[in-house]
C-alpha cells in the first residue's frame, strides 16, 4: 500500500517572519526567561543589525532549590549570568525593574514602568510572555508580565494623556507594532533561527545556576534542538522559534 503526505501535513501553517526590526525589546520576568522564550530569535536579529534591549522586571531572587542560598547571594549570581548571556545574545542595554522574584504584580507601577521604558527605547517589536496558557501552569510572575507588556503597548505607550508627567524632552508617546508572544499554545508565526540556534544554546549554558549541565552534545542541547525542529518541522529550515503576534491596532 502506497501512502502520500496529505496537503495539511505539508502546508506551513503559521506566517514565516523574514523582516529584521531595527529595535526590539525583550520583556521579561526572570534571568533566563529570555533566551528560553525568544534567543534564537534575539539572537539571529541582533546578527542582523537589530539593536536589542532586555527589560528584566525581577531580580529572580527565589531561583534556587539549594537551602543553603539565601536571596542576595542568588540575586548576585542571576545578574552575572544575565549579563554574560545576553552580551552572547548581542544585547546592548538590561534595564533591572527590581521588583522581588514571585511578587510582581500587574498593578499601575509596574505598567507605568513598562510603559516608560517602551516610550524611552521605542522598539518596533516587543517579544514577551504569552500570558494567555491554559493547558499547563504558568508562573504567575509570567502571567502578570505579558498582560503589563500588551497593556503598555496598547493604548498606554501611545496615548499621550496616560502617565502624562512622562512626556519630556525626547521621552514621546510611543506606538509599538507588534508584540510576539512566547510558550503559549496558539502561536501563528515563527522565525528561522537555524543559523542562531548555537548563540541560544551558548547563551542558555550562561544561565549555570538554573540550567546545569548544559553544553554542546548534551541530552539537554539535544532537547532543545529536538524542540525547535519540531517546531520548524513543515517549514524548509531545519530550526525554528513560534510566537503568537499580535498587531498592535492603528
Ligand atoms: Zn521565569
Redesign the pocket.
Known sequence: MTHTFSMTNRTPKHDVIRDIPKRAMVIF??P??AEIGAGATAARWSAEGCEITYVQCTTGSSGSNNTDMTSKRIVRIRSTEQRAAADIIGVGEIIVLNHPDGELEANRTFLKEIVYALRKYRPEIVLTHDQHRIHRFQ?R??RHVGTTAQDAVYPYARDHLHFPEQIIYEIKPYKVKHLFFWGGEQPNIIVDVTDSINTKIKALAKHESQIAGLSFGSDMDLRIREQHMVEARNYNFKYGETFRRLTART
Open positions: 520576568a526572570h533566563d526567561d508562573h510572575d509570567h
